[in-house]
């Protein structure tokens, strides 16, 4: 670069087409995204948000909780398993006899030593996951060999990973699941939990509530600091508020007063229930278990 | 061109057109770094007492953290990184610095916009986009000063009586065009009214940290030690040509990094990335090889002075972009996204490599501009052997933490809370490094508060001499 029209051409050129790549394309890709269709249902994906939780995402912001936590479900894989249901009218050892003698199917020839050791301490509790595989046409062949023996089973989709594993999703974290949420933050670093399913694991705001007061007081082992200026102290006036915090021992406050959630950590604990990351999508697919 | 030692005397007009800009945007930056660190540090001790300060909601953990990286960002590396911009372009150009108020009137416009961005975030008004959460009114104000000194810049760069481009005005030029660039862009998508839905958000957050904290610190800190490193090693910088090279790819390459290959994005986004980052190892490369070539032989001894931070600062650039490029490739991203090891690399980018080069920069630059030497030169030599281990101590244990956490997280058998505590006691001893970083700071800062003041106080010696002064004989008659 001899002058310094030349210079300004190779700076515009370099960062003019990272920032059509990475700035414009996202943006003609992913900004017009419509709410995602969830697999065999007719409801769509993300479900809107209550007023009060919509509130919490901004109190979530205020506090900059994502520097301590993520959204982001990671998955490793997928697994297709079969899960018996029901044994109809056998019973189990006569159940795993039938299994044995499936054993010598030249499709299931791969999977015996699996299925044996996943059967021997089985004491018939179900349901029961039998198999796990990666090809679902063995998982299709066995369940259609043993429902034709009168029991019931299916063939489950599952996302695997340890994120899953640690109950913290059902399936990966997919560009769908933000579409309602401004800002969006996911967070890059897990010094606690991710929260993308939050309101799945801990459904009841009670916990979330004496979470963010005393983290102790649920998580004995926490690092979280607590959000007690989220919280009003105040002397009971005769009947106790419904909101009252029940928290016990060395958390609980003095006796005749009681401590009361304020408008933001109601929003916030709100919020913390509307995680829930738990529909299967076409990019995410999952089989979900029925209630 | 090569520069040389002494090339003017301390008292030219050059040297007096960036007096005050200098001790602006410098002393600034000292203040900054001073109270970003100390941020940083009330941080760190939450590790230890989960409860320490947590009943004062501006000091809440998630708002502590911001407002000390964006005090050290915006408030430390920018500026510091324009004063020794602005004092290399006069040099390199021959000629003092054009429309030297304007710099000063930016940068006091620049530290105002800090000011009001890190009360903001402490206050709960942050964005809640990773590296700019400063809210609008802090982002038009910065944003308005930096485009000040940059037509400061530019015209101290067109009216240049030598023509000839040197390597670090490729460097610095590139990094003058490309921060109101991606400033401007990331801002008004993401501060808009309308901002764009759902993950969009994220990806432009990524290219602007990438472009900023990656990528402009590179720009202005390679420039700088580029300018630097020869001069002060009294012999010209090694293979120019490699400069040329080093540069193109830096720019072209490395602007594409920054999509973490976990994210919840169209896949073809980071691995654009992850090839970018896997390419940003040849200007990594390059540049280790002239540094290495510039320095090795030249004589000069390693006290402690500007030469050692700046000789520190380059080999912390390129461990901390060899460990950046190492965190897109997916096989480590799988084991050590999300833990500390984005936290380590980011720290040794901004202390380790950019802080070095600017402490460096600025014990060379200042007494030269001042004509006056350092008040306290023994304290350089102190600043440096604390600030060394200092960094050590807070990133080493940061990336023990990292692997300590990756390799336990895969296991869902051992609690979440468990193997976090594991990594805990590594967190623990950073916080050690912390406070050696932060007494560092305050050498650094005491050494250019010492020297603003005598130089404010001469100023206003020399006005009260003038006004003083007895009449001329020719005026005092009537």
């Known amino acids: 670069m001899k002058n310094g029209f030349a210079l300004f051409l190779a700076t515009v050129v370099a960062l003019g087409t990272s920032w059509c790549g990475l700035v414009l394309v996202p943006m003609l890709q992913l900004g017009g995204e419509k709410l995602a269709p969830i697999l065999n249902s007719t409801a769509t994906w993300p479900q809107p948000r209550t007023g009060e939780a919509t509130l919490g995402l901004q109190v979530y912001r205020a506090n900059g909780c994502a520097a301590c936590h993520t959204m982001q479900v990671r998955q490793d894989g997928i697994a297709v398993e079969v899960l018996l249901t029901s044994l109809g009218s056998a019973g189990s050892e006569d159940f795993k006899e039938f299994v044995q003698s499936l054993f010598f199917l030249p499709e299931l020839e791969k999977i015996t030593n699996a299925l044996a050791a996943n059967l021997q301490d089985w004491n018939g509790a179900l349901p029961k996951v039998l198999l796990t595989t990666d090809r679902k046409t063995v998982a299709d062949e066995m369940v259609q060999r043993i429902n034709a023996a009168g029991v019931k089973s299916e063939v489950r989709i599952v996302a695997t990973g340890a994120d899953m594993a640690r109950g913290w999703g059902v399936r990966r974290s997919v560009a769908a699941d933000f579409l309602y949420d401004n800002p969006v933050q996911l967070g890059s670093l897990r010094a606690g939990p991710d929260l993308a399913n939050i309101g799945v694991r801990e459904p009841d705001l009670n916990w979330q509530l004496s979470h963010l007061y005393a983290p102790k007081s649920v998580m004995p082992n926490s690092m979280m600091p607590s959000f007690r200026y989220l919280f009003t102290i105040r002397k009971m006036a005769g009947v106790p508020s419904p909101d009252a915090l029940k928290l016990k021992g060395e958390f609980a406050p003095a006796a005749e007063s009681e401590i009361v959630p304020a408008a933001e950590a109601k929003e916030l604990a709100a919020y913390l229930s509307s995680l829930r990351a738990n529909a299967p999508l076409y990019e995410a697919p999952f089989t979900p278990t029925q209630p | ?478």
């Not at chain 2, 390693?302 to 030469?307: A, E, Y």
């Not at chain 2, 402490?359 to 060379?364: D, I, R």
């Not at chain 2, 692997?403 to 990594?423: K, S």
């Open chain 2, 1 to 478: 061109m090569k520069p040389t030692r002494n090339m003017t005397e301390a008292t030219s007009p050059m040297d007096a057109s960036l007096c005050a800009p200098l001790l602006a945007l410098l002393g600034g930056a000292a203040v900054w770094l001073v109270v970003g660190l100390a941020l940083g540090l009330i941080a760190g001790i939450k590790f230890h007492a989960p409860e320490f300060l947590s009943a004062c909601p501006l000091l809440t953990y998630g708002r502590v953290v911001p407002a000390a990286n964006d005090a050290v960002l915006y408030g430390f590396c920018i500026p510091a990184a324009l004063g020794v911009m602005l004092w290399i372009f006069a040099r390199l150009g021959r000629m003092p610095l054009a429309l030297p108020l304007v710099p000063v009137v930016a940068a006091n416009l620049w530290h105002l916009g800090v000011l009001l961005g890190i009360v903001e975030i402490l206050l709960g008004n942050s964005t809640g986009h990773t590296w700019l959460e400063f809210p609008r009114a802090a982002a038009v104000l910065l944003f308005t000063a930096f485009m000040l000194m940059a037509i400061s810049a530019a015209a101290t760069f067109g009216w240049r009586r030598e023509r000839s481009l040197y390597p670090s005005h490729w460097f610095l030029f590139a990094a003058l065009l490309w921060f109101p660039w991606i400033y401007s862009t990331a801002n008004l998508f993401l501060l808009s009214n309308t901002p764009p839905r759902g993950v969009v958000q994220p990806v432009i957050g990524w290219w602007f940290a990438n472009n900023l904290v990656f990528i402009w610190l590179a720009l202005a800190g390679i420039g700088t030690a580029f300018y630097l490193l020869p001069k002060l090693a009294g012999r010209p910088l090694a293979g120019s040509g490699h400069a040329r090279f080093a540069f193109l790819t830096l720019i072209f390459f490395g602007t594409w990094c920054g999509i973490p290959a976990g994210a919840p994005v169209p896949a073809w986004l980071p691995a654009a990335s992850a090839v970018a980052a896997l390419l940003i190892l040849v200007p990594l490369v390059a540049i280790a090889g002239m540094v290495i070539k510039t320095v090795r032989g030249a004589g000069v001894s390693c006290l402690g002075g500007p030469f050692c931070f700046i000789k520190f600062g380059v080999a912390g650039f390129v461990l901390s972009g060899v460990l950046y490029s190492a965190s897109f490739c997916p096989q480590f991203s799988r084991v050590l996204e999300f833990t500390w090891f984005g936290v380590a690399q980011t720290q040794l980018q901004l202390l380790g490599f950019f802080a070095m080069v600017m402490f460096g920069a600025a014990y060379e630059i200042l007494p030269r501009a001042m004509g006056v030497a350092l008040p306290f030169p023994k304290l350089v030599r102190l600043h440096f052997w604390i600030f060394v281990p200092g960094i050590a101590l807070f990133v080493v244990p940061l990336f023990i933490a990292a692997v300590e956490q990756g390799r336990q997280w895969p296991d869902a058998g051992v609690a979440f809370a468990d193997a976090n505590h594991a990594a805990l006691k590594y967190l623990r001893i950073s916080t050690a490094g912390q406070l050696l970083i932060f007494l560092g700071a305050l050498l650094f800062a005491s050494n250019l508060f010492v020297m603003a003041i005598r130089w404010k106080l001469a100023r206003l010696k020399s006005l009260m001499a003038a006004i003083k002064a007895p009449l001329p004989d020719a005026e005092a008659k009537p």
